[in-house]
Structures are given as C-alpha cells and as structure tokens.
C-alpha cells in the first residue's frame, strides 16, 4: 500500500468570542443574543501526520478523542489540515452532514455551544443559553443534516427531588433551536408524548425536515414507540411497530427495531437463550422484518444509503474465532431485502465504529484498527476504512487524530466532496 | 340464546379507524379498503351464514382478530369452528369448537401467543387459552366471582392482561381478566372510566351540554393525580358519545360511534381522539345497504400490528375484510336517527386497568448484603449468579400489580405459572435474590416495575444500579450517579483485556443512566456483562455480550470499584 505521509501546521491558538445569549422576554423559550461575554470554548490547530489514503469522496471527517489527560476534544479533519476543539468535561456532542457547524452542551452550565470550524474568531463558537429551571442532568441533541436547526432534549432535576438511593426524579424539557436565526423555542409536543418514559433516540431525516423521537422506559432500553414530527407544520405521526428509529432513509423509510409485544415478536440470534428486538424497514406505515445473517448475534446501529437500496447494520457475530464487531451489509433486490455480506475483519481488522455512507456512492465508511496482538490488549492503527457494499472489498484510509495507545477515538461524521455527507 | 338475543341489529355496517400515522386534516374521509373477503359456505375458507327464521334473526361470524403472523383467526359460529385465513383469503387452519372444548364462543384475541376466547356457555364463564400451533386447548382463566354470570362478551389482549367487557346494554364492567376481579365500571349515567395503565382517564358525559359545549371530556392525568392533557370533544350530543377504545401501544383511543338512518342505509360513524396527537379529531362514516345482515361491532373490530384497525363486514353472500383510514369530518348526527350506540373499551398495552387494591406493606429492604469480609471480586461475582440465574415461578401475586397502578408496570416477560430465569427489573429496588423469590412465589408482593417514576413498596426486584451496589457489597442502595463515588473513573482507552468482573460501565447523564458490570472478556470490542436491564424487553438480570464501542459512543464511562480486597 502507498502510503505517503505529510506534516501539517496550520495556524496557531485560535481563541473564539462567543456571543452569550439570553431569554427573550415574552415570547416562552425563544432566544435573542444581547452581545458578547467572557471566553470560552479554544479551538486549536495543531500539528500532525495525515496519512495521505485520504478518500477522493470526502472533504472532511469529524470525530471526538478522549485525550490522554483524560479530557476530550472534537475535531475536524480535512485534507489540509485539522481543528481541535476542547470539549467540556460532561457534554454532549452533535454533528450534521456538513461539518461547519458541531453543536455541544455543557451539561455544567447548561449553555449550548455551536462550533464552526471554517469560521475564525470571534464566530467561531456561538452560545446560546438554553432555559433551564433545575440542575441539568443531561440533554440529548440531534443536529440536523443541514445543520440549521437542532433538537435538544433536555432532562433537569425535579425541584425538591433528592439524590439517593433511587435516581434524582427528573423531567425533560424539548426545544428546537434555529440555527440560523440563533433562536431556541420549546418543543412543547414532546413533552405531551414523553410523560413517563424517557427519549431514546433522535434522528433527523435527510432533508432536514423531520425528527425522529423514539421512546422508552429506564433500564438501558433502547425505546419501544417512535413518533416523526415535523417542525414545520407541528404536526405528528406516531409510527407503529417501531420502537427505535436507527436511521431514516431518503423517503422517509426508517430503519430500525420493531417493537415486540410478546416474547415471539422478538428475534433470537442461534444458540441464545434470549432474543433482540427485531432489526426492521418501516415505510409507508408497512413494516418488513430485514433478514440478518444468522452469525449475527447483536446489532445496534445501522445506516441506509442515499438511493435507499442499501443498508449497513453494525452489530456483533460469533464465528471461529469468538466473538467480533461486524458490518452485515443488505441490498435491495427484485425480490425484497436479502443479505449481501457479512465482515468481521476476518481477523485482521477490528470493527468499532460505522460512520456513513459515502454520499451517493455505495462506499461505507468504519472506524476500526488493528486487533489487539494479544488477547486483551488494546486496539491499535486506528483508521478510517472504507467498505465497498456492492463488492465487499474493503479500502484502508487515513489514520485518525489522537489514535494513540492512550487515548480514545470515535469517528462521527464524514463530509462528503460536495459538501453534503451522511452522518 | 345469548346469539338469538343478543343479534338484534340487522343490516349495518362497520367502518373503521386508522389512527396510526394519519396525520388529522390531511386526510379525506377514508374508505373501507377491502383486503379480502370470504363466501358463505360450510367449505375451505368459506364462512356460514344462518338465514332468518321465526325464532331468531339471522346471524353468521361471530367476532375475528387479526393475529400478529398477519393471519385472520375468525369465530366461524355457523359451522361450529374456528377459522384462520391468511391475508388472501386462503384457509390456515379449520379446528371445530368441539375438540376445543368451545360451545358458544364469544370474542378472541391473541394473547402472548396464544389465541383468548371468550365463552360464555359454560359455568362458571371463562376465557378459553388456545395454542393454535397444536391446535389444542391450554386452559382457561377463571372469572371472579360474582362476575361470572353476567359472562365475557368483549375482549382484547395484550401483554399487559386479558382486558374484558362484562355484561350487555346499559352497564358494562370492564375488568382485567388475569387480575381476578372487578376493577371499574362504566355506566351511561356513570362514565368514569380510570385506565391506570396509561395514567388516570376519566371520561365525563355531559349530560345536557349547550351548543358548543363539548360533550365528552377526557381527562388524563399523571401519576401524581395532577391532570396532564384533557381533550375535548365538540358538537356531538351527549346521548350518543361512548368510549370506544384504545390503539394497543399505549394511547388512548376514545371514539363515538353512531348508527345513523340514511334513508337508503345505516351510517356508522366513529370519532376518534388520541392523547399522544397535538391535531386531535378525526372520524370516519360509511353508509352500507340496510340488506346488508348483522353487525355486532364491539366484535367486529381489531388492530394489527401496523395499528391499523380492520372491520368484518358481513354480507349475505359473501364475508369481507377491510382497513379504513380515518379522514377529518366530524360526525353530522342528526336528532333522532341514532340507532345505536357502541359501548366498549378496550385498553393498551402494558399495565393495568383497575382501581388501587391496598398496598402490601414496604419490604424491609434495608437489610445489608450478607458481606463476608473481606469483600472480593468472588464475591461480588456470587451475587451476580445469584441474581442472574435464581429460577422463580409467577404467581399470580406476583403478576398483578397491587399498588400504584399508574407506574407500576409490569416486566413483560413474565406470565402467571411461568418459571424464569433472573430477578426482575425493579426501579428503585435492590431486593436480595432470596426475599425475591420467597416473595414472589408466596405473592405477597408484584415481581418487578419497569415504570420508573415512583418506587413502589409493592414491588420487588432490582434495577440495575442496586445489583452493582449488592455486587460491590456496598450497605445501601446507590443510583448510577452516586455509585462513581466508589470508584476510580478508567479512561476510555483502558482495553477489555485490563478489565476485571466488577468493573463497571456507567452512563451518568439523563436520559438513559444505566450502569452494568464487566464479567468476562470475549473479543477485541465484546465482552461478557451482567445486568438488570429492560434492554430488548428482557425486563431481569440478564448475563450476555455487549460492546465497549457501542457502550462509549452512548456517554458510558468504565469505572472501578476502589474497595476490592483483592
């Protein structure tokens, strides 16, 4: 393999002004900015080795490293360079599809923070305050592909609630922020669907003109209803049979888990004494249980191509040698969903991450490394690989920052050489 | 004869709702979409009709549902049997009530898997559990007492309970079947109706509303009795409003039928308003030909698992099938042409409806775990297999839920009689694997809550940051937040391999906290876990495999404990 290596300083301390933004008054939840406050967020250039197998397809890769100090950062990789941009310790991070815009919440002072990192100081980073009545307990954001508007759900302590041997009681609170007017409405819709049980999932459809909530009880439940509700219009439709939504395909087909009413609506991988929510295709109120290659033991994400044709679920199989992280690809044929193929790594790879879909192409792109040389050891060599769907065949790309031994790496997005990407 | 008696109605119609993704206001008035339809006959696939006679109206089907494998099971009451169809209208299965042990069958429903019928000529009256796989009969749930003689005449399922409509005309009790007793009421001149399972519902029938005053109000409130969303419902005279039903994941379905005289024909008219929608109000009529023979349409109604609502309408020659979607016309009654009105309710999934039976007093749960010390990763090992592997049989105490039905939700994987596998997801509890059991199986208290708002003193079970705290041998029961302070917080580049059983993988923040404890590596990115989770409905203390990367892609930290004596 031709791998070429070259050094890249860009820039140097790039400090950001952001503007702080306060309630508006009469007007419940929206936002206005009122000028300029303390710094805060540093995004910083750094220097580093990009290996050149840089995809001709993309423009841009985004992810987050959990550094070695124990501190993390967002940062975003293009062929000229990468942007790093230190995160708060307890946040919660969004990317959309365009990677000029990464929005995160510091769940300390509940400020929300969007990162452009085209822009230099001081639009850099903006801020906007959030309404916040109690202690934040954690939000769940979803940045739109467009990344003009974000979803956030966000959950506070119940006043007077305590802390104890039961979790503090807490009650979420939705709002939709308008990216481009710096604008943050409540998104009172969820909370009437949302009493009693807590927001699994968000997911915008690819046209940015609807978001996904799926729903569940506590318990590390991954939902058991879904609803789609479009900003635009308030309106909502509750998309029976779905109880997670994992990716919304360019009709609005969604790929997801079914929800199960009894134990035989559940999917039981060979030779386990329990079963998983059924991996499913939901479109046009019909739902197709997808078939799963009977290796697969798990799944837990999945992503469908731009001309919807294609799916790629990230799950776990047992084989040979044990158990492994696996990409199961399946294809649209003339006869329904069928499986086109499975990778493990065959051994020589370890699967962590899938990240998108090459946009408009079949080329799907996974975060993996070099397994461990012994058992137990760590994961090294940490890439981008992209995975031909069509043929299988499987492209070693760039490496990734912060891929050393002692830091941790995951892979968000991609930008596509048009601009446009798939989470 | 009940079947004479109670087929009275002739030549209606039924249409039907589709709630699921119809958005209010974009939709015309649907039509019934006929999926397929059945011929008269004693044949394959074919449905008997019995004309009039001096002594009876004529009468034909007696209810259908439609199975979650998308099959048509179909009380074939003619000919005796009863009759499953596929979606074509091909036969499936043909068993004949006698070798059921059925003599007059009522209603059906799937209930975890197995067919519930109805069948009110027996005594004391039962519901009837069938396995259609071996075509045989499995038993029956017995009805309360005092109960029995007014009989089951409408009925739905879910994982939740058998939910029953007792009773004819006026009064209808409506009951959870599995709970053994009367549990709400509902009466024309008394229409409360309080379905915990989704929250407090009460429906109120105004009873001489002024124009423009709603005439049916539906009130939902939360668990701390405050009223969370009230829906009203206009223009419709509050003679004719009844509560119809609910879709079967969890949101209130309340509709209004109406029998209407249209001159050529009966107009059936339904009115429908569901909590989880912000555009509430849809409805939907067909007028069919008064030639057309009988309709009983508490019976004649089912929801699939798309959550569309199909219809039996039964001809004279010929049985057909159909999904209607809901358009956005409100009702046109007129004064004095209702023929009848629908009265039923059915209910949700999951939970419970009934009134709050007295609370069993609170567990003692603050006994201290049996700590040797000093206190090893084999220890706390031993908890988690104790936990995860203690068998238990469901009583039915354990089963029905006993205190603060709004919250108390059931695991979903259990069943009366049932022998399992794993202590019950409990939120807020952290009960030993001993008085689980002991409890459970004596039912004296509820085996787990998956509703995690209220710690119930009901309940037994664990959730999963009290497992952590009785492997971690810890004296009190600590949450996903409190437990880190017992811990060194591993970076996120620690690999498996470093891992040992007790360490923990932790997601503090809301939503979703959840924590879950390392047993044993297995792959580069998998390793073996114990938890108590609902993760894939498995509602218990479940062993498997999970991954490091699935975990820290959701905000999971790893975490060990500091106090290990080894």
New interface residues.
Partial sequence: MDVRTRTLLVGTLVAFVPMVISPALGCAGEMTATGPSEIVPVATASERTVDAEWPEGLQAVIGRT?T?T?TYSVWRVTRDGDMLMDLPT?H?LATGERGTSIAYSD?DTGELHIWHPGKSSPEGVTSLDVPTSGEV????LALSPDETRLAL?R?EQVPGST????????V?HGFLVDLLTETVDRWE?LE??S??V???ALRWDPASNSVYVSL???????G??S?RYDPDT????????VAAVLDVGPSGQIVGLG????????DYPTG?Q????PLILWAD???VRLPREPSL??W??AWMSADGKTIVV?G?ASGG?????CLEVLGLGDSGWELRSLFDGGGLM????GVAFEPGTSSFYFQAGT??A??????TDVRLYGLDTITGQVSRHLELPGAD????L?TLGIVGSGGEARR | MLAATALLVAALIVVLVY?????AG?KGVGEATEVFALSIGSGPAEIGYAEATEEEEAWGPWSFTVL?NGNVAILDAVNQRLLVVDQSGEERQSIAYEDLGLVSPVDLCEW??RLAIAECSTSPEAVVLVDLDSRRREGQVELPDGLAEAGPRFMTA??GGLQLVLGMSESHRVTDGNKGHDVAKIKKAEPAVDMPGI?SVTVELASAPAEGESAIRLTRA??RGKA??TVAVDDIPAERVEPLGS?????LLAATAYFVNAGNGVQVKFYVE??????LGTSASVTVPTDEFYLWPERYLSVD????IWCMVAQKDQVSFRILELGPERPDVTDGSVARGITALVRR?GGAIGSAVSPAEALADTDPPARSNPWTRASGKSVALNYGYLTWTCSSGAYYRSCNLA?N?RP??IYIGGVFTGVS?G??K?TTPSTFKSSVEAGTYDAGD????T?EPCVVGT???GLVSRIWGLS???????LPAHAV?L???T????LAFGDVFDRT??????V?CFNA??????FYCC?????????RV?F??R?K??L??N?YHMYRYRHWTN
């Fill in positions: 959990e070695s124990g307890n919660v769940l307990l954690g939000d769940v759900v959950y802390e104890g041997a039961e979790e503090a009681a807490s979420g819709w009437t669907v009493d009693g807590e927001v699994t569940g009880p506590s318990g590390g439940s991954q058991e209803k609803y308030g309106e909502s439709t509750k998309l029976y049979g929800a199960a009413y009894s134990p035989s609506d559940l386990l329990y079963g998983h929510l109120s019909q739902l033991t798990a837990d994400s990230r776990s040698s044990g158990e492994s992280s370890t699967v962590l991450y397994p461990p012994t058992p137990g050891g760590a994961v031994a002692d830091q941790y995951q | 709630v699921g993704s119809v958005v974009k979650k975890w898997g879910s994982d929250g939360n668990e969370a969303r879709t079967r994941d969890g949101d569901e909590f989880s929608r912000t555009d698992q798309q959550g569309r999934v919250d939700i979903r994987n997801y939120w807020g952290w998956i509703g995690s708002t710690v959730d999963c940051s009190t029961k600590h949450s996903t937040t409190t917080l970076a996120d580049s690999p498996l391999g470093n923040i809301s939503p979703g906290r959840h879950l590596y297995q792959g580069a990115d998998t938890e108590s989770t609902t993760r894939n409905n498995v509602d479940v498997w495999t991954s990367a699935e820290l892609a905000s």
